[in-house]
Each structure stands twice: as C-alpha cells, then as structure tokens.
C-alpha cells in the first residue's frame, strides 16, 4: 500500500475551491493508496513521474517515484509516496504541467510545499 501525501498549500486550495465537497475530493485522492498505478502517466523529470488525475472537470496531479511504481507490483508498493502538488482545470492544464516540470528541474520534489 502506498501512501499519499497532499502538500499544504494545494489542500488549503481544494478547501477554498470546493467548500462542502472537499472532504470527498480529499478522500478520492488518498484512494491511491489502495490502487497507486491508477492516473494518466504526464511525463518524467530525472525519475520523478507526473501523473493526473481526474475529478469532474478539475485535474490533480502527483509526483512519485517512477522506478518504484515501474518495477515494484502493488503488494510491494510498501513505501511509495505519491505527492499531490497542484491542481488545474482544464483551460490551465498545460500551463501546471508545465510549471511541475520547470520545479523539478530546478528546485527538485522539495520544491513543493
């Protein structure tokens, strides 16, 4: 089972953004803990994977480590953690996927908070 982290400022975001809803938005990001391969596949930055994932007509995106989702199978997936950074709507899709990378390259997966 892998663990999914939500950094602070995205999850002060979906508050805002979604009010009452948020604690199922919340909930339907931690179902990756379950299911960790689950997402569409966005890139890759020096072994970090990008990945999306829907809800309604917003985009989630995570980053986690590509080796281990690639050659681990789920009941190895022990100490995976899967980082939510952002989120998007659908307009401002490529602008936050782009923003992600650039973070990468410079900064690094510490980059987020």
Do not use: W
């Not at 990756?32 to 994977?49: D, N, Q």
Request: proline share 1%; charged share 30%; aromatic share 10%.
């Amino acid at each position: 089972m892998a663990k999914v982290e939500i950094v602070d400022s995205l999850s002060e975001e979906i508050d805002k953004k979604f009010k009452q809803e948020s604690v199922e938005v919340l909930q339907y990001l931690k179902s990756l803990e379950a299911s960790p391969h689950k997402g569409k596949l966005l890139g890759t930055v020096g072994g970090i994977v990008i990945k999306e994932l829907k809800y309604k007509n917003f985009r989630f995106y995570f980053i986690t480590d590509g080796y281990k989702l690639k050659c681990f199978s789920e009941k190895e997936l022990t100490d995976l953690l899967l980082t939510f950074v952002r989120m998007s709507d659908k307009n401002h899709q490529q602008k936050t996927i782009d923003e992600i990378k650039h973070i990468l390259i410079t900064i690094g997966a510490d980059g987020f908070g």
